[in-house]
């Protein structure tokens, strides 16, 4: 089975600090996604990437960045926590063609205080 | 862009029962619609999808339907099993679209009493 894997599972981390989620995907996908989710709200898309050393803002990019070194890694910074950054956050990745199924990572918890 | 909506937003049902799960989007352009259930603590996993060109897919005790014209998908669950507790989550894609992105609903719990 496809493989995504985050890291840290869980984070606690001060306002104004600066926060990096990884992502690692062994299933030779083109596309990895960065999700958030939130309470009474469905995943919400904040970067994707389709490619190595490019990304893409998605519907809520606001006060993060992405980068994507290689094929097999994903990640999610932000650069200045806030209080409002507190949720699950979930890695996936997919195959370089339409209609496929998206592969989630198991999550990130990230708390910011 | 593209809104998602679900309901109910949550469902108790006995063991046995069946449960409907309705979906509506707004993008006529999205043309994916994969469902993914997500039980407590674990990844999302894929559970069933179906394409613009298909109005019904079953597999197994799920049933899928999708109405283009309503924009609207039901998902039916037979013979409920203390196991579908889960959250369950309708998403669209557009094939269009170079991310091919996913724009989720805003989850259905369902809790299954045995």
């Known amino acids: 089975e496809a493989a995504v894997t985050q890291s840290p599972r869980s984070k606690v981390a001060v306002t104004g600090g600066k926060v990096t989620l990884s992502c690692h995907q062994t299933?030779?996908?083109?596309?990895m996604y960065w999700y958030r989710q939130d309470t009474g709200h469905g995943l919400r898309l904040i970067h994707y990437?389709?490619?190595?050393?490019?990304?893409e803002k998605g519907d809520i990019p606001d006060g993060y960045k992405a980068s994507r070194p290689s094929q097999e890694n994903f990640s999610l910074i932000l650069e200045l926590a806030s209080l409002s950054q507190t949720a699950v956050y979930f890695c996936a990745s997919r195959p370089g063609h339409a209609n496929t199924e998206v592969f989630f990572g198991k999550g990130t918890r990230l708390t910011v205080v | 862009g593209e809104q998602v909506e679900q309901l109910p937003s949550s469902l108790i049902v006995q063991e046995g029962a069946s449960v409907l799960i309705n979906c509506s989007y707004t993008?006529?352009?999205?043309?994916?619609f994969p469902w993914y259930k997500q039980e407590p603590g674990k990844r999302l996993q894929f559970i069933i999808d179906?394409?613009?060109?298909?109005e019904r897919k079953q597999t197994q005790r799920l049933t899928l339907l999708f109405d283009k014209k309503t924009k609207h998908l039901s998902l039916h669950i037979t013979a409920t099993q203390p196991g579908d507790s889960a959250i369950y989550f309708c998403s669209a894609s557009p094939s269009s679209n170079m991310g091919y992105k996913l724009t989720f609903g805003t989850g259905t719990s369902l809790l299954v009493d045995p």
């Open positions: 299933n030779n996908h083109d596309y």
């Open positions: 179906i394409r613009s060109n298909m």
């Open positions: 993008d006529s352009a999205s043309v994916y």
């Open positions: 990437s389709y490619v190595a050393d490019s990304t």
